[in-house]
């Protein structure tokens, strides 16, 4: 009785339809209560959704928030939201289910059967406003939850801000030496069309954009097509026109614009790895930071006859270890005999041992990850034609730094890395009593070896490198 009453409730449903309708329980009827004042019009529809603070009554919430009427509040939030939220049009639900059936002939004050109901949103708003829930469809949505959006409005308010923030760009680009440039102009609208700063709140897309006119325009700041004759660190430059030391740091968005500027520039590709990116720097008279990250390297002994191939010769004789920075290894004419087999490691213990041992092999570290410095030695070597001899630690980010080492130089094969080499050292560590240490983590299968993972993954056992150690000191001797 109760969930009739709060559809019906001053409609006067009466005549031929009114006895179509389901029979309403036994019973006197009630008295109808007093019906609430009518909402404002659809022109006003802000206001209308104003009214969804005060909460729906009970019974109406009840009746409103049954499961045969979900999707059909689904379809309705989903159109309005398209539509400005204006109650208008038709939404069809296909195949209803007896439960969906029963809701929606006591919500339209009529059967419902076919295969489909076809609704039609205004007469839908209306029932809504004539009933005990005593506003429009809007309205009730909003208090159903969760709130509704003006899909419409927010594209609308959206372009409007993508206008705003495009017009004050123009005008920074315009008060600087860029305005004369083509390729600035062409820049400006590839990030545009690009969409790029768009993606981020307003303030911060002014700002970045704004900083980069203003690092181009540093770098340029005569007529001529080339960039100032000055050099600038990387660091400087951002200092200079952020404030902050790391605001053109590999990886911000700063940087990338102001890249994408310098390809224009330049007239070329984009970069897309480290390397290019640090060459297109360079051309635009920019040192990026080349100290600060190293390889550590020893016994490295290559052919070249300046002071620097001696240096590593000689500190290679006193078996001492080596960090190699990406400024040095620009310079250094790192040529070793053609087929020299390169041990490779990941862990630092490895060379430690190796110097105190006096081993005389070659060894590069990653360190845990092949970094850009890492992998420019790797490139260097492995164009020099030498042969690369991995070993990491037996864990599922060991396997997949050796995925990667081997997927990258055909050249290299797998150093103490088979499955039998795992089984042996788990077995010597039980026997010498070592604290397993649990495997953790998603496998990672072996690209050299197919039964290295199943071999782990039944074990459960992770082995550093250092379990390996004496092994692998003596193919370094």
Known sequence: MTDRRVVDEGVGVTGPRAMAEPPLARGPRRAPEPRPAPEPPLDSEATSLASATTSLAPEAMAFLSRPGLSRLWAAARMRLERGGLQPTGTIRLQNPDPQEREALSLLLAKPVSGPSVTIRLPDLDTRLRASAVGRGLAATLAALGPPLTDR???????AAERDRLWSKAESVLTATSLTDRPWA????ADLRRSG????????????????AIQTLATLYPGTGPDPTPATWGRGELATRTTGSAHGLDDGTLLARLVLRGLAQAQDVDFPTDAPARRALWRRASVTPDEVSSTV???GLRPTGATWRETALRERADHHLETHLTLRELRTLQMELPSRTR???????RVVEAAADAGCTAPLICTSGSATTVVLTLLDTLAAADCVFAYHGDFDWPGITLANRVRGRYQASEPWRMSASDYEYLATRAE???????PLSGTPVEATWDAELAPAMEALGVALHEEAALDLLLEDLA
């Not at 419409?152 to 959206?158: E, F, G, N, T």
């Not at 026997?431 to 240490?437: A, Q, V």
């Open 296 to 298: 550590l390297t020893y």
């Open 431 to 437: 026997l010498h009593g070592t604290p397993p240490l």
């Open 342 to 348: 390169v041990h490779v490691c990941e862990n630092p």
């Open 196 to 211: 790029t700063l768009t993606r981020h709140p307003p303030t911060t897309a002014l700002t970045t954009i704004t900083q």
């Open 152 to 158: 419409r409005a927010a594209r609308d308010v959206a």
């Open 185 to 188: 102009h062409r820049w400006m």
